[in-house]
């Protein structure tokens, strides 16, 4: 619940430590969170060896945090659907697979942009 609290830093620094908690229970719980880890990390070292400019590592970064990001939003949703209606519910598999949808664009996009920064390196290295 919202109250109209006075600004303290401690209090400001409590939230981060909110938001990391949040991380955790994501890092612990989720599978799907620790695949996109994995594959953050596996594209990270690609990236490395294929030595990306500035503006592809830029690219990659955005498409990166698009997915987590998306990710993360998809499970706080999930997680809240199952807390308030935990039996089989018309409106709830709508909701579920709405935010799922988000988190299958942001895939799509991230995907697509890999596909644009590393294909034409794959293709040099076959031809
Ligand atoms: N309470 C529910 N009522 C109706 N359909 C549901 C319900 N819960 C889940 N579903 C359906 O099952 C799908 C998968 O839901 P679930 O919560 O298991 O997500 P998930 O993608 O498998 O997540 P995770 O693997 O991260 O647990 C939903 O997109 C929805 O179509």
Redesign the pocket.
């Known amino acids: 619940m919202k109250n109209h609290k006075k600004f303290s830093f401690p209090g400001r620094i409590q939230s981060f430590v909110y938001a990391f908690r949040g991380l955790k229970i994501l890092a612990k719980e ?3 969170f620790r695949i996109h880890l994995l594959a953050t990390i596996l594209v990270i070292v690609s990236g490395l060896f294929a030595q990306l400019s500035c503006f592809e590592w830029l690219a990659l970064i955005f498409a990166i945090a698009f997915v987590i990001i998306t990710e993360i939003l998809n ?1 706080a949703v ?1 997680n809240l ?2 807390f308030v ?6 409106k ?2 709508k909701v ?2 709405i935010a ?1 949808a988000a988190v299958l664009v942001a895939a799509i996009v991230a995907v697509t942009t890999g596909g644009f920064i590393f294909l034409p390196r794959f293709s040099l290295l076959f031809s």
Do not use: F
Not at 85 to 90: C, D, F, I, K, V
């Open positions: 989720e599978h799907n499970t999930e659907a199952d209606s935990p039996g089989q519910n018309e709830i598999r579920k697979d799922a």
